[in-house]
């Protein structure tokens, strides 16, 4: 009951937001992450010439509206948290809403960007570059639909749930996540995009 009173006052002491669970693995998974990064940049460096020459096939600009989808979901995800911590349950499904629109338009950019690179005849195989490409934007675009399923829990549930330390509780855990994502994809959007471009 303590625990209830300190998630659903917000005149209380402060509660940081999520589980332990949720931090655990969110480190854990950028473990993974960087470990990809760091060999990714190793093997820049060893085959420079082909990485750049690679990477002008790619539209950054493309990108850029992913990017910004996702910092505006992002956006949306944090006062879903916070319509949730005051039990404003139609805020939450309407922020919560934002947010899963948002995520849409990502996955329906990359499906658009991966659909145009194999009409072109490139692959995971064509090169070391596209290797790396497909493997790390195709696990983060898998994240975002992970993502985007507990956004949708969460959206469902909010009606009967908002208010609760619980929901409270699940909440925060699926915006760390999505947080999570979207700095994810902040690290991945100059890395592959930008470098030696701009």
């Known amino acids: 009951m303590a625990e209830n009173d300190r998630r659903e006052n917000p005149d209380g002491p402060h509660v940081g937001p999520g589980t332990n669970g949720i931090w655990t693995f969110v480190f854990i998974d950028m473990i993974v992450f960087l470990m ?29 509206l992913s990017t910004l989808a996702l910092l505006t979901s992002s956006w949306c995800m944090a006062e879903a948290v916070h319509a949730a911590r005051r039990n404003a349950p139609a805020a939450v499904r309407n922020w919560l809403t934002c947010a899963l629109l948002l995520g849409a338009f990502f996955i329906a950019n990359k499906f658009i960007e991966y659909g145009g690179k194999f009409a072109d005849g490139i692959t995971p ?31 469902a549930s909010a009606a009967a749930e908002a208010g609760t330390a619980s929901y409270t ?30």
Not at 37 to 61: G, I, K, N, S
Not at 144 to 153: E, Q, R, S, T
Not at 171 to 196: A, Q, S
């Open 169 to 198: 509780s699940k909440i925060e855990n699926v915006g760390l996540f999505w947080h999570f994502v979207d700095i994810l994809w902040l690290f991945i959007f100059p890395m592959l995009y930008l470098t030696e471009v701009l």
């Open 36 to 64: 990809f990064f760091l060999v990714y940049l190793t093997e820049r460096h060893r085959l420079h010439d082909v990485f750049v020459e690679a990477q002008h096939r790619l539209t950054p600009w493309v990108a850029l």
């Open 125 to 155: 195989a064509t090169n070391g570059f596209f290797t790396f490409y497909f493997l790390i934007t195709g696990l983060h675009f898998l994240h975002v639909c992970g993502g985007m399923v507990f956004i949708g829990h969460c959206r």
